[in-house]
């Protein structure tokens, strides 16, 4: 597979039509088509289905388009890797992050590292750690900020200056709305709003203990800002870590016992960076050591 041929079907899948897709690429249909034809022979597969107004992808077409968006994607980040060797450090980061309140302190290893550095750009990509992991093992991630625990073995990390205080989001008018801690059989009562992910093994799963059969899991989300919309209609108590944010109409109250969990900036081990990531890395390093040192 070409990159080119790759650039042409995802074209002709964002525009679902061959000539609009031909006159977006500066090409002519008949050639498009053929292309779209050459690579639907070397796969053995088809990619599409016809008809007389449109086309849609097939199963199979819907699994090569997020493969050829990974596969461009890295290419490109390659490129941009490789191109940096001039005088002045440029290029660009790739950085995964949760949302913490230690994102306060990522931006400002930014901050400081765009004074020394003023060329580098950098790209900010937000998910849970299970798709930040995934992203910097394809390589389309340099770095993460992620919960711990890190895997030691595959990553290096410069654990996060500040604890992460894990509760509930509840609108005016519920019961709940004037404790001032929030007990495993308090939520027993309430439909919860919680993160994406397997709820039994979560934090918040194990936190409840033996309260965790007796809850109903109402809904979920990867982004706070997603649930505590959820949480203004009462749709659901909305579980989640304490941001250096607001919502309107929802009070935060925290958990008791409480929990509480560490933040790590990580990388994988034993991989050769572009001039850019290696120097933030050493830069991030050394300004964690001046936070700890500054306590």
Request: hydrophobic fraction near 40%; aromatic fraction near 10%.
């Amino acid at each position: 597979m070409e990159l080119r041929v790759l650039n042409y079907f995802l074209a002709v899948a964002r525009e679902e039509n061959f000539t609009k897709a031909a006159n977006m690429l500066h090409v002519t249909q008949p050639t498009l088509s053929r292309q779209i034809a050459d690579l639907e022979q070397e796969l053995g597969v088809k990619l599409f289905v016809r008809s007389n107004h449109n086309i849609v992808l097939t199963e199979d077409g819907m699994i090569l388009r997020r493969r050829a968006q990974e596969i461009l994607t890295l290419a490109d980040k390659t490129k941009q890797d490789l191109m940096q060797k001039g005088e002045t450090l440029s290029g660009t980061i790739s950085i995964g992050s949760g949302e913490f309140r230690s994102t306060e302190y990522l931006a400002k290893m930014i901050a400081g590292f765009r004074e020394k550095y003023p060329h580098v750009k950098y790209e900010i990509y937000s998910g849970n750690a299970q798709n930040i992991r995934d992203y910097m093992e394809r390589g389309l991630l340099d770095v993460g900020l992620m919960s711990e625990p890190i895997d030691m073995r595959k990553y290096h990390f410069i654990a996060m200056p500040v604890k992460e205080q894990w509760g509930v989001f509840v609108p005016q008018g519920s019961p709940l709305f004037e404790k001032e801690r929030v007990t495993a059989k308090d939520l027993a009562e309430f439909p919860l709003l919680t993160a994406a992910g397997d709820f039994n093994q979560s934090r918040i799963g194990k936190w409840l203990g033996g309260y965790r059969e007796k809850v109903e899991n109402v809904g979920t989300a990867n982004l706070p800002y997603n649930k505590a919309m959820l949480a203004k209609e009462n749709i659901g108590v909305m579980i989640s870590i304490n941001l250096s944010c607001t919502y309107d109409g929802l009070r935060f109250i925290p958990l008791s016992p409480p929990l509480e969990v560490s933040t790590a900036l990580a990388w994988k081990k034993e991989q050769m960076f572009p001039a850019a990531t290696s120097a933030f890395i050493d830069f991030a390093e050394q300004y964690a050591k001046s936070i700890t040192n500054d306590k």
